[in-house]
C-alpha cells in the first residue's frame, strides 16, 4: 500500500513566494477595511490598512520559512495583522507611547486630536485663540462652576452623569456608545441635549434673583 501523500510543501522560490500572498492581498484588504472602519479619517485608515498589508507578508514570509503555507488560513492571518496595527504594531517598531498624533498614545490615555475648522471670531483667528497663553479662568467663574455644575448633575439621571462625565474625558462617541449600549448618532444627540439643558439651567439660576455663589463669596471676602 502506498503511502499516504500530506500537504505539498509551500513554494519557497521568492517570486512563487510574492504570488501566492499576491492572491491574499484582496482578503486581507477586506477584512482590513471593515476592521478599521472605525477610523474617520481616509489617510489613517489608508495607513493602517498598508501597515496590516506589511505585517501580513513579513508574517507570510516568516512562517513559509518554517514549511507552513499561511495560504491555507487568510482569514487568521488578516485578523492577527489588524489586531497587532490596533495596538501600535508597525513593520518597523511600535508607535511611540507619549506622542499625541500617536494612535496608541490615545488609547492608553483616553483622548483625541482634532483640526481647528477654519474661520475667524470677532478680535482674531481661531488658531491664535488656541494658542493664547491664557488659559485659566477666571476665580469668580470656577467657583460659579463648581457650585453649579454639581447641581445641575443631580437633575439628571444616573446613565446620563455617567455619560457626561465620560463625554468631559474626551472619549470618542463611539466609544461612548458601545460602552452603553446605543448608537453614536443617540450619544451625538444626547451630547447637544446636555449642552442645550445646562444652557436653560446656567439661565433659570440667573433669572431667580438670587445671589450667584462667586457674588456670595466675594460678599464674604468683603466682609
Known amino acids: 500500500m502506498p503511502p ?3 500537504p505539498a510543501p509551500p513554494p519557497r522560490h521568492p517570486t512563487h513566494l510574492h504570488d501566492r500572498f499576491l492572491a491574499l492581498v484582496p482578503q486581507i484588504e477586506i477584512r482590513g477595511r471593515i476592521y478599521f472602519r472605525y477610523l474617520r479619517c481616509p489617510q489613517t485608515r489608508d495607513d493602517a490598512l498598508q501597515e496590516m498589508l506589511a505585517l501580513a507578508w513579513k508574517w507570510f514570509l516568516s512562517l513559509a520559512k518554517r514549511g507552513k503555507d499561511a495560504a491555507q488560513f487568510p482569514s487568521a492571518l488578516a ?3 489588524a489586531r497587532a496595527v490596533c495596538s501600535g504594531r508597525r513593520l518597523c517598531g511600535m508607535d511611540p507611547g507619549k506622542d499625541v498624533l500617536s494612535r496608541r498614545a490615545q488609547q492608553r490615555h483616553h483622548f483625541t486630536t482634532g483640526t481647528l475648522r477654519e474661520g475667524s471670531s470677532l478680535n482674531d483667528t481661531l488658531l491664535d485663540e488656541a494658542l493664547h497663553d491664557n488659559t485659566q479662568t477666571p476665580v469668580p467663574d470656577q467657583v460659579a462652576f463648581r457650585f453649579d455644575f454639581p447641581a445641575w448633575l443631580l437633575t439628571r439621571t444616573d446613565r446620563d452623569r455617567r455619560i457626561v462625565q465620560d463625554l468631559m474625558r474626551g472619549e470618542r462617541t463611539l466609544d461612548v456608545s458601545r460602552k452603553y449600549g446605543t448608537t453614536p448618532a443617540r450619544i451625538s444627540q444626547l451630547r447637544r441635549e446636555f449642552r ?6 446656567c439661565g433659570e439660576r440667573q433669572e431667580e434673583g438670587s445671589a450667584s455663589p462667586c457674588e456670595s463669596c466675594r460678599r464674604k471676602a468683603q466682609g
Open 79 to 81: 485578523n492577527f495583522a
Open 4 to 6: 499516504s501523500k500530506g
Open 196 to 201: 442645550q439643558d445646562w444652557s436653560r439651567f
